[in-house]
């Protein structure tokens, strides 16, 4: 559908949110509009329906920081209020699946693996593989969410899974883990210490793909396993205008942003790549403007770190939305290109589409 205050622009939106970022930035009720879109969603799929923001304790773990009242559950599903203090309500264990995907994989850093691109022993005939940990439960609620199913894992509690029992799936073949989901932001004491376990006897790459909405505490004791291991930590930027991102996301991306810098400034410090950033070019509303804008965002904090621009496939709330044009990818990596970032690639370029639409 076209956005009903700009037609004649032709400035396409998806129902769930119902106006354009033009709008959104111009006024309060689009930006209503779309939170209560969130909760409606939220609601249906047995989730806490918002942010709880009027307890008494206050959860660390997380950018949320939810503030609960006695026995009412946090936004991720996994911690409750009790006796005054903040519980995990399956202590020791996670929401989480696990498959193994053959390197190389679609990894949103394929071009910069440290394994694949950065080991000269690496050869395909050794068919080595990713343990690929998924995260039933998430602390974001995009409206895009290309991994929607880990809210049903969310509902109903399970599988669950120890530390010491993910670790136990891995093999002589194993070369890296990647935590994602969902998103490992919620569980970062389990992917820490499944993390050591899997390195306890040789080495096993660990590498992140998240949202970034962590604790500080968290994210510092993150950045040094990654590093010591020689992973990588993606992370999906979403946007930097903040009425956008929280149309998509429901809450505000101060957390992430800051955690970004943090990072980039961690990533200075090693070999090899840290930080890789994830731009998916929504279309409607990622367009070129807001490649800018976070493309300035992250030149900013290091020109050099290494950006993805993925192809956006409709799905969850936002499926009536088309997929990323040819044209919109190309234009979006010329102007992140022109602002300054020296290590660009359009990611998932199967995914694009010859559709014609406005993108700035």
Known sequence: MLCPNHERERRIVSKAIGQCSLCLDANDSALHAAMEKHEQLRIRQN?????????????????????????????????????????????????????????????????????????????????????????????????????DSFREMMAKGGPLMTPRELAAVANERTACVCYFG??????????????KLLNKERQVRVCYETNGNMSRKWLKRIADIVTNTGGTIKFDLKAVSPRLYTAFTGMSNTAVLNNFRF??????????????????????????????????????????????????????????????????????????????????RIGNMGLLSMKEYPYD
Not at 104 to 111: I, K, L, M, Q, R
Request: proline residues 7%; hydrophobic residues 35%; charged residues 20%.
């Open 182 to 195: 969902g998103d490992p932001a919620c569980n970062p004491s389990h992917s820490l210490e499944t993390s």
């Open 47 to 147: 989730l806490v329906s918002r942010i709880p923001n009027d307890g008494r304790v206050v959860c660390p773990d997380c950018g949320n920081h939810c503030r609960l009242d006695e026995g009412v559950i946090g936004f991720c599903n996994l911690r409750i209020a009790e006796q005054g203090v903040v519980a995990h309500r399956f202590p020791g264990r996670a929401i989480a699946s696990w498959y193994f995907d053959p390197l190389p994989t679609n990894c949103v850093a394929d071009w910069v693996c440290p394994i694949t691109k950065g080991d000269p022993t690496f050869t395909y005939a050794r068919r080595l593989s990713n343990l690929a940990v998924f995260y039933g439960s998430c602390n974001s609620d995009c409206l895009f969410c290309q991994n």
């Open 263 to 344: 990072l980039s400034k961690k990533g200075l410090e090693r070999d090899g790549e840290l930080l890789v950033a994830s731009i998916l070019l929504v279309p409607g509303y990622v367009g070129i403007n807001e490649v800018r804008k976070l493309c300035e965002f992250i030149k900013e904090c290091d020109p050099t770190i290494p950006t993805a621009l993925l192809g956006f496939h409709p799905h969850h709330a936002m499926s009536d939305l088309p997929r990323t044009s040819r044209a919109h990818a190309n234009a979006a990596k010329d102007a992140a290109n022109d602002i300054g970032l020296t290590n660009v």
